[in-house]
């Protein structure tokens, strides 16, 4: 009977999907990385997608960011100008993923200016493969077959800003709440949890 309840425990362990947490409008100037350490202390198990602005960013930055195992950065727009995406030709994107290639971006992931993508930015990622963090207001709209990370599981993948002030959600902000997370559940990366998006 003991051993059964031992088998038990273990398949609900393997059934409990791990906590996904990104963070948006990382710069060189704004990372918060004093939290994000703080928040690995805390959480031995913790990762965190970081979306970055690029054109806030220096390489050696970037470099420098890229050495902790428990991060993961993708580029988020370009200068992060209002609506920047939206207006973005099929050229537009090609060339930016040259630049983000360039940088060090080799994840092959993207995360639009304010979730705001025009539907030619739509059309290139589809084609060349790389992934998408999206926002569910958008599901309408997504090409069928587009890799796709969604926030649409509250309690286990979360959105922060690394700023305060934007969307109540900022780091400082949320301190209180990612740190009573369950400390012994694992932690995946937004590109683990990345679907073909099917309407
Ligand atoms: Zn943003």
Request: one cysteine or more; aromatic letters at 12%.
């Amino acid at each position: 009977m003991e051993s059964q309840e031992c088998v038990l425990e273990a398949v609900e362990e393997l059934l409990v999907k791990p906590y996904v947490v990104d963070v948006d409008d990382v710069t060189e100037d704004s990372n918060r990385l004093d939290l994000l350490r703080r928040i690995k202390d805390a959480l031995p198990k913790f990762k965190a997608t970081l979306f970055v602005i690029p054109a806030l960013c220096s390489l050696r930055f970037l470099r420098e960011m890229r050495e902790y195992d428990w991060l993961d950065l993708y580029p988020h727009g370009w200068r992060h100008t209002e609506g920047e995406c939206a207006e973005w030709t099929e050229q537009d994107v090609d060339q930016y993923m040259d630049i983000y290639l360039a940088m060090g971006f080799l994840g092959a992931g993207f995360k639009a200016a304010g979730w705001r993508l025009s539907a030619d930015g739509y059309r290139a990622l589809l084609g060349y493969g790389w992934w998408l963090a999206d926002h569910t207001d958008h599901n309408a709209k997504r090409p069928k077959g587009l890799r796709t990370y969604l926030v649409d599981d509250p309690g286990r993948k979360f959105h922060f800003h690394v700023q305060n002030n934007v969307f109540h959600n900022g780091l400082e902000e949320s301190l209180e709440r990612i740190l009573a997370l369950d400390k012994d559940r694992d932690f995946a990366f937004c590109r683990d949890e990345v679907r073909p998006w099917k309407p």
